[in-house]
């Protein structure tokens, strides 16, 4: 399933995706509380964490294909590309990257290849929806672009396994990991350079596993105005989903609703030559194969 947050008049909707609709569970359950009483109140993927909740939503996954949408759920649907996605989890506990994650991208920014996985933190003042804004600070001049393939815990993760790694999965979403170079390299310590307001641009929406046969077998592909400008697939990462989950539970303890963005591919914009920032105006667009389309705007800072 496809789950998401809307932004409806300022306020918060939980909606599923179904084709090219989204059914919004948040007013269908005002209005319909015997068919969806339980999400009335809902916001962000909150259902994923409840078990009463996610089997309500799993049984109207499971019945519109079956039985397709009831028409008097008509009206609580709207086109999913006229939707604003706010982010699919509103205020994680933590939001993890992993830097260097795929061996051409290591190459490019002249590193060596880590031997453990490189983690770094954005806050949840970075958070935006996929449609943006980006704003570009005023106090730099560098901003470049990254995208990621993210993944949201489903459960609680402490001192897990490889094996049991999987089925802490929640879901999959994207995250445009926007970077400041000129903070970053600075001195060194990444953390400055990647969590400015809005540098973490997530969604559209949640896919859950069961959509997501392979996560390691997934197209990535970044575009700055039409121009393609990333283009891989998730097959290249060094350490894969279950992995970073194992290893970052050994280290502290994970949340359902934690976010873990799992390192970009090479041909981001300080590695090229001329080198690319983002500007006034630019639009990027990101897809991860199955799991929607990111699309926002840059927009200048006044200093």
């Known amino acids: 399933m ?104 290591a190459a490019e920014s002249k590193m060596e290849i880590p031997k453990e996985p490189v983690i770094f933190n954005k806050y949840n003042n970075a958070l935006v929806g996929a449609s943006g804004p980006v704003r570009l600070p005023a106090n730099s001049g560098q901003v470049d672009y990254e995208a990621e393939l993210a993944v949201v815990l489903g459960r609680k993760a402490k001192r897990v396994s490889v094996e049991e790694a999987v089925s802490c999965v929640g879901g999959y979403t994207m995250m445009h990991d926007v970077s400041a170079r000129d903070w970053q390299f600075r001195t060194g310590q990444w953390v400055s350079g990647k969590t400015f307001d809005t540098f973490g641009p997530c969604g559209p929406y949640l896919v859950t596993p069961d959509e997501v046969p392979d996560p390691h077998n997934l197209d990535i592909r970044l575009t700055l105005n039409g121009r393609i400008m990333q283009n891989s697939n998730t097959r290249n990462l060094i350490f894969n989903v279950p992995t970073l989950i194992s290893y970052l539970s050994h280290m502290f303890t994970l949340a359902p609703g934690d976010i873990i963005s799992t390192g970009t591919p090479p041909g981001v914009g300080f590695a090229r030559k001329p080198q690319v920032f983002l500007k006034n105006g630019d639009v990027v667009e990101i897809t991860v194969e199955g799991l929607g389309v990111m699309r926002h705007t840059c927009v200048a800072e006044v200093s």
């Open 2 to 105: 496809k789950l998401g947050t809307l932004s409806k008049e300022g306020q918060p909707h939980l909606g599923i995706v179904l084709g090219d609709k989204v059914l919004d569970l948040t007013e269908l359950g005002r209005a319909r509380p015997a068919s969806c009483g339980l999400l009335a109140g809902a916001i962000d993927v909150s259902p994923l964490w409840s078990l009463p909740a996610r089997s309500l939503v799993d049984s109207i996954c499971k019945r519109v294909p079956e039985y397709g949408l009831p028409q008097d759920w008509e009206g609580f649907c709207e086109a999913a590309d006229a939707c604003t996605w706010l982010p699919p989890v509103a205020a994680p506990e933590k939001i993890i990257c992993i830097g260097l994650n795929y061996r051409d991208h």
